[in-house]
C-alpha cells in the first residue's frame, strides 16, 4: 500500500475488555514499531520487530499488554483487561530496517477505556 | 537515560513572523537527530534526519540545525498551513537496537501560525 494503515481508528471499551489492534505496514518494511501517544505526552516505545529476529517488547508497560507480527507484515498489538490509563493514541510505524532510516507512521488508533 | 526537551511548548506567530523551535538532548553520544511534523489526529510526518554535527536541511520553510548538544528547526515566513507539532526524536546507540531505530522523542512544540 501506500503507507502504513491501522485498525480501527478509533476504540471505546469498557474496563477490563480485551482489544486488538491492527498495523498494516509499507510493504517490504522489514522493521515495525508500536508506540503509545498520551495527552500531553511524547510518544511512547512499546515494541519493535525487526525480520524474523526476536522482538524488542522493553517499552510494554506491563504483561497485559502483547505484540505479534504474522508473516513479517501485518502486526496486531493486544491489550488484555484494559484499564483507564491505557487510554492513548497507539500509533504505528514502519521502516526499511536500518539502523539510521526513517520510521513512517501511521494514523493511529485512539483508544478510549471507559 | 536520553532525554529530548523541546521548547517552548506553544508557539504563536503571525503569518510571516520567522522564528526557531528549540530540541536539546542528553545522550551517550551524538547519533543524529530526526524531525517530525504531526497535524492533530493524524500520525507523525518525516521532516529531516540531520546525522552529525554541522549538517543543515532545508524543505520549503523549514530549516533545520544541529550541534551536539541541540538542534534548532528554523521557520521562515511561515504560513497557516505551517501549523502543527513539531517533534524531535533521538535514536538509541546501534549497538542496543539490534539494527532498527528505537526513539526517544520530545514532547513536541505546538505551533500556531495566525493569519
Known amino acids: 500500500g501506500a503507507g502504513v494503515s491501522q485498525s480501527p481508528s478509533n476504540k471505546v471499551t469498557e474496563k477490563g475488555k480485551d482489544v486488538e489492534l491492527r498495523c498494516d505496514p509499507i510493504?517490504?518494511?522489514?522493521?515495525l514499531y508500536w508506540y503509545r501517544q498520551s495527552l500531553g505526552q511524547g510518544l511512547e516505545f512499546l515494541i519493535y520487530?525487526?525480520?524474523?529476529?526476536?522482538?524488542?517488547k522493553s517499552g510494554l508497560p506491563s504483561d497485559r499488554f502483547s505484540a505479534e507480527r504474522t508473516g513479517g507484515s501485518v502486526s496486531t498489538l493486544t491489550i488484555q483487561r484494559t484499564q483507564q490509563e491505557d487510554s492513548a493514541v497507539y500509533l504505528c510505524?514502519?521502516?526499511?530496517?536500518?539502523?539510521?532510516?526513517?520510521?513512517?507512521f501511521g494514523p493511529g488508533t485512539r483508544l478510549t477505556v471507559l | 537515560e536520553d532525554q529530548v526537551t523541546q521548547s517552548p511548548e506553544a508557539l504563536r506567530l503571525q503569518e510571516g513572523e520567522s522564528s526557531s523551535l528549540n530540541c536539546s538532548y542528553t545522550?551517550?553520544?551524538?547519533?543524529?537527530l530526526f524531525w517530525y511534523r504531526q497535524d492533530p489526529g493524524k500520525g507523525p510526518e518525516f521532516l529531516f534526519t540531520?546525522?552529525?554535527a554541522g549538517e543543515e536541511k532545508e524543505k520549503e520553510r523549514l530549516k533545520a540545525t544541529l550541534t551536539k548538544k541541540e538542534s534548532f528547526l528554523h521557520i521562515t515566513a511561515p504560513k497557516p498551513e505551517d501549523s502543527a507539532t513539531y517533534l524531535c526524536?533521538?535514536?538509541?546507540?546501534?549497538?542496543?537496537?539490534?539494527?532498527?531505530?528505537?526513539?526517544?522523542f520530545g514532547t513536541g512544540t505546538q505551533l500556531k501560525v495566525e493569519l
Open positions: 510505524a514502519s521502516s526499511l530496517g536500518l539502523w539510521f532510516d526513517e520510521q513512517f
Open positions: 510493504s517490504g518494511h522489514t522493521a
Open positions: 540531520l546525522y552529525s
Open positions: 520487530f525487526q525480520g524474523n529476529s526476536a522482538p524488542d
Open positions: 526524536a533521538v535514536p538509541l546507540p546501534r549497538e542496543l537496537t539490534g539494527g532498527g531505530n528505537k526513539l526517544t
Open positions: 545522550v551517550s553520544g551524538l547519533r543524529g
